[in-house]
């Protein structure tokens, strides 16, 4: 509608050039009645005339001036490329006409709407994890009588050899009709919906399939069998496609470590050569195009924040490598969370810190709930933030472009504090009697029955931290102010440098002026720090009913939290109320209202818990009123999980 008020030019059809004239008798031809009221308006003025036939061939209708509906009818635009080609004879007839400046601001303003956002606004990814993928193959296995449905237990050879020898033919296992068992039938009737959608508007408005807690290659071609069994593949000329692209999500560092390998073998797997070459052609992509997906939150929660930051950092050198390898570009999608565990940090910071080539030309990464209304609820922020992103990824990718593929340099002194960290890391979360305190210290029970997460608390419903979402541990954490997710293991991995090693440690210690990586991660510790507060986390550990353990790993909390601000001190020379003036008041500000309801919090926490054991009818008050002292404390610490 923007567009039509600047078309106002006098210029018969008859007149017109650019096959403006010849596509408008088609438009007319294609709309019938509908064309014809369309083409009465605005007569004499035919780049108007032109605009009002593409409104009336848009699929969807307005009622009362604003409010829009889908409406799909006889000659609408079925693909957005059909919008855009008119735009394009639009544009040429304007420039043929001397219309210049409307061609190139107006009607490019629409182009570049329309290619960016196409009818569809943003992409769908449709995510599973492997092991539902794995019990889906188990049950179609069961269903086509197979004489092995084990299909979860077998090892990778044989998994990879079956899946290679089935992905030869495009036969299904079984018929659209068939009764299947809960697994199956989930992924089978989501990928049915997809392959509806792509019959009737091709691949537009669909993404990716993928695949959490990816751990071999052979969970990624289990993807490629499950499409097959739905109608998503194509026989090309060089064998069997999927229409689909399917991508690995590593979120462990175990699976960050196995990257390259899972990278490597997927693509040059036949069936995935056979998929890259459709795709390339689908697409038009001058080279074809790998997304991987890397996950923050699991690999923070396995080995703590120092282990996380520094094996992404490697599996992406290795992984961008692994594309270079193969002439495929690799394109990175950070599974990045709202709280420093997992991932969020200054987005300039962020992307200066990644290795080399791992941005090349596009990045790709997800923006949490609360993330979303402080950086894009207003349009000056959200310019703000977009321009951010914009600009540093393409700094980035001009200075990896113009300087020769390195490492970090000072990756064996690292290496060395990951990998010490980590098992710090890890032996808290083996202590004995480590669990009950979790659960009684954190308000992590009430989170569990709290409705505000995209998916359930716990994968499979076992009283795990290894089932327990990485969401819910770093949310409970931060709301009884420990925040340990993100410092945990850091102070004594830099002392134990220190007195080991003492010239790496000034070496370390050097470069924490300059290198861009370690000033990433010591920032982001250094803002977990500024949030931890031993009082409130003192306040939540009097809930623990068993004083011994209680009084254990309070000890080993406030102890490691000391010597990480030491050591953070040290490193930096500087307090943070000198070094972060703007933060560190902010925190101070926020801390003097969050005490009382802290205060509120850890008495609700005692009441709902005792009202649980006696199955108290009155349960749902206090529910209610624990949920809103969550929400509350959220709200203040301006994060969740």
């Given at each position: 509608m923007t567009l039509l008020k600047r078309l106002s030019f006098s210029c018969s059809l008859?007149?017109?050039?650019?096959?403006?004239?010849?596509?408008?008798?088609?438009?007319?031809?294609e709309l019938d009645e509908r064309g014809e009221i369309a083409i009465t308006r605005n007569e004499g003025e035919a780049f108007r005339q032109f605009t009002n036939l593409m409104v009336f061939k848009l699929p969807v209708d307005s009622e009362r001036g604003h409010a829009t509906r889908l409406f799909e009818h006889e000659g609408c635009y079925v693909y957005s490329s059909e919008l855009l080609n008119d735009l394009k004879?639009?544009?040429?007839?304007?420039?043929?006409?001397?219309?210049?400046?409307?061609?190139?601001?107006?009607?490019?303003?629409?182009?570049?709407?329309?290619?960016?956002?196409?009818?569809?606004?943003?992409?769908?990814?449709?995510?599973?994890?492997s092991d539902f993928h794995d019990k889906a193959v188990e049950q179609l296995l069961k269903a086509a009588q197979y004489e092995e449905t084990n299909f979860a237990e077998w090892d990778e050879t044989k998994r990879v050899e079956f899946l290679t020898k089935e992905l030869k033919t495009n036969r299904p296992f079984t018929s659209i009709n068939a009764k299947l068992e809960g697994n199956a039938k989930a992924v089978l009737d989501c990928f049915r919906v997809v392959e509806q959608h792509i019959f009737q508007y091709g691949t537009e408005g669909i993404g990716s399939f993928i695949v959490s807690m990816t751990r071999s290659v052979s969970d990624l071609l289990v993807v490629y069998l499950l499409a097959r069994e739905a109608g998503l593949t194509e026989l090309t000329e060089n064998g069997i496609a999927c229409k689909v692209p399917v991508v690995p999500l590593l979120e462990t560092i175990e699976d960050l470590e196995n990257g390259t390998e899972i990278l490597d073998g997927f693509?040059?797997?036949?069936?995935?050569?056979?998929?890259?070459?459709?795709?390339?052609?689908?697409?038009?992509?001058?080279?074809?195009?790998?997304?991987?997906?890397?996950?923050y939150s699991d690999s923070n929660k396995d080995g703590g924040i120092?282990?996380?930051?520094?094996?992404?950092?490697?599996?992406?050198?290795?992984?961008?490598?692994?594309?270079?390898?193969?002439?495929?570009?690799?394109?990175f999608f950070h599974g990045k969370g709202g709280s420093i565990s997992r991932g969020s940090g200054p987005t300039h910071y962020f992307i200066k810190a990644l290795p080399y080539n791992a941005i090349n030309g596009e990045i790709r990464l997800t923006e949490q709930g609360e993330t979303i209304a402080q950086k894009y609820e207003n349009k000056v922020n959200a310019t703000y933030n977009l321009e951010l992103l914009a600009a540093n990824a393409m700094s980035k990718t001009i200075l990896?472009?113009?300087?020769?593929?390195?490492?970090?340099?000072?990756?064996?002194?690292?290496?060395?504090?990951?990998?010490?960290?980590?098992?710090?890391?890890?032996?808290?979360?083996?202590e004995d009697g480590f669990i009950p305190y979790f659960r009684q210290a954190t308000p992590i029970d009430a989170i569990e029955t709290s409705k505000i997460g995209s998916r359930p608390a716990k994968r499979t419903g076992a009283n795990s931290l290894e089932d327990l979402r990485a969401i819910p541990w770093v949310f409970s954490w931060s709301?009884?102010?420990?925040?340990?997710?993100?410092?945990?293991?850091?102070?004594?991995?830099?002392?134990?440098?220190?007195?080991?090693?003492?010239?790496?440690?000034?070496?370390?210690?050097?470069?924490?002026?300059?290198?861009?990586?370690?000033r990433y991660v010591l920032t982001n510790v250094d803002t977990s720090l500024a949030a931890t507060d031993e009082k409130i986390m003192a306040e939540y550990a009097d809930l623990v009913e068993d004083q011994k353990i209680k009084e254990k790993f309070l000890n080993m909390f406030l102890s490691e939290l000391k010597l990480t601000r030491d050591y953070l001190y040290d490193l930096l020379e500087e307090n943070i109320e000198n070094r972060r003036v703007n933060h560190y008041y902010s925190n101070k500000l926020r801390a003097t209202v969050m005490v009382d309801l802290h205060k509120k919090q850890i008495a609700l926490l005692k009441k709902w818990r005792q009202q649980k054991k006696d199955n108290d009818p009155d349960i749902a008050d206090s529910q209610t009123k624990l949920m809103l002292s969550i929400n509350a404390i959220a709200s203040a610490m301006r994060n969740t999980g």
């Open positions: 008859e007149s017109s050039e650019g096959g403006l004239k010849e596509r408008v008798a088609e438009m007319l031809s004879i639009l544009q040429k007839s304007l420039i043929a006409y001397g219309a210049k400046s409307v061609a190139f601001d107006d009607v490019n303003n629409a182009i570049r709407i329309v290619e960016t956002f196409g009818f569809r606004l943003a992409n769908l990814d449709i995510r599973q994890n693509l040059n797997h036949t069936f995935t050569k056979n998929t890259m070459d459709f795709l390339q052609k689908q697409y038009k992509w001058e080279i074809p195009v790998q997304q991987v997906m890397v996950g120092m282990a996380s930051q520094w094996n992404l950092y490697k599996a992406q050198y290795k992984l961008a490598q692994v594309g270079v390898d193969n002439g495929v570009k690799i394109r990896d472009k113009s300087s020769e593929r390195h490492y970090h340099p000072l990756a064996d002194i690292i290496e060395k504090l990951a990998a010490n960290s980590k098992k710090h890391y890890e032996n808290l979360l083996r709301q009884c102010r420990y925040h340990m997710t993100s410092w945990y293991g850091i102070g004594t991995t830099l002392h134990k440098l220190k007195t080991e090693s003492p010239a790496e440690y000034d070496k370390f210690k050097e470069a924490t002026k300059t290198d861009i990586f370690i």
